[in-house]
C-alpha cells in the first residue's frame, strides 16, 4: 500500500496568513492526489483533485500544486472558517485509497 | 443536489453484525462507483470498501475483508455496508462517499453514522 505522510501534524496561524501544507508520498502517484478539508463533526469537504485543480465552488484562495512523490496545499489568505482538519489522499494505486494522517490548522 | 443520507449506526456487542445504510439522491446513482470510508474516535480517514456502478467489482481494507460485504440496489438508489463479526476497532462513524467515475477519489459525502462495538 502507498502510505502518505502530511506535514506538520498541526501548526498555529492567524487570519490572513498564507499556509502551506506538504503531503509526500512513499512512491510516485503522479497526479493522482486529492485534498480534503474537515470540521469538527463534519463530513470531509473535496477541495482538490488531480493535485491542483479546484473543486467547483471552493475559493480560489486554496490551490495545489505537486506531482510524483511530494505535493502542497497552499490557502493564500487564511481565514475564520478555514481552521479545519486537512487530508490528503492518493487514488494510483488501489486497493487501498489511502490518506494522510491529517494536518490541524488551529488558531493562532 | 447530490445528497447521501446514512442509516443503521447504533451500538453493538462485539462478535454481532449490523447493516448500514446510505440514500443516495440529486444524481444518476446508478452510473457511479460508491465507498465506505470510516474514522474513528479522534483519528484520521481510513477508506473500507469500494463497489464499481454495476456492482460487478468489490474491493475491501483488508483490516475488514471477510467480515465485511458491499452491495447496491441501483433500483432503490441504496449502498449497503454489512458487517459482521465487530470487533472494537471497528468502532467508528462511517461514511459513505461518491466517486466522480470510477475508483478515483470522494466528490460526495454523506453526514456519516456512528458505530460503536462494545460490550
Known amino acids: 500500500a502507498i502510505r502518505m505522510t502530511q506535514s506538520p501534524s498541526s501548526f498555529s496561524a492567524s487570519t490572513g496568513d498564507r499556509v502551506t501544507i506538504t503531503c509526500r508520498a512513499s512512491?510516485?502517484?503522479?497526479?493522482?492526489l486529492a485534498w480534503y478539508q474537515q470540521k469538527p463533526g463534519k463530513a470531509p469537504k473535496l477541495l482538490i483533485y488531480?493535485?491542483?485543480t479546484l473543486q467547483s465552488g471552493v475559493p480560489s484562495r486554496f490551490s495545489g500544486s505537486g506531482s510524483g512523490t511530494d505535493f502542497t496545499l497552499t490557502i493564500s489568505c487564511l481565514q475564520s472558517e478555514d481552521f479545519a482538519t486537512y487530508y490528503c489522499q492518493q487514488y494510483y494505486s488501489y486497493p487501498p485509497w489511502t490518506f494522510g494522517q491529517g494536518t490541524k490548522v488551529e488558531i493562532k | 443536489q447530490v445528497q447521501l443520507v446514512e442509516s443503521g449506526g447504533g451500538v453493538v456487542q462485539p462478535g454481532g453484525s449490523l447493516r448500514l445504510s446510505c440514500a443516495a439522491s440529486g444524481f444518476t446513482f446508478s452510473s457511479y462507483g460508491m465507498h465506505w470510508v470510516r474514522q474513528a474516535p479522534g483519528k484520521g480517514l481510513e477508506w473500507v470498501a469500494f463497489i464499481r456502478y454495476d456492482g460487478s467489482n468489490k474491493y475491501y481494507a483488508d483490516s475488514v475483508k471477510g467480515r465485511f460485504t458491499i452491495s447496491r440496489d441501483n433500483s432503490k438508489n441504496t449502498l449497503y455496508l454489512q458487517m459482521n463479526s465487530l470487533r472494537a476497532e471497528d468502532t467508528a462513524v462511517y461514511y459513505c462517499?461518491?466517486?466522480?467515475?470510477?475508483?478515483?477519489?470522494?466528490?460526495?459525502w454523506g453526514q456519516g453514522t456512528l458505530v460503536t462495538v462494545s460490550s
Open positions: 462517499a461518491k466517486d466522480p467515475a470510477t475508483a478515483m477519489f470522494f466528490d460526495y
Open positions: 512512491q510516485g502517484i503522479s497526479s493522482y
Open positions: 488531480a493535485a491542483s
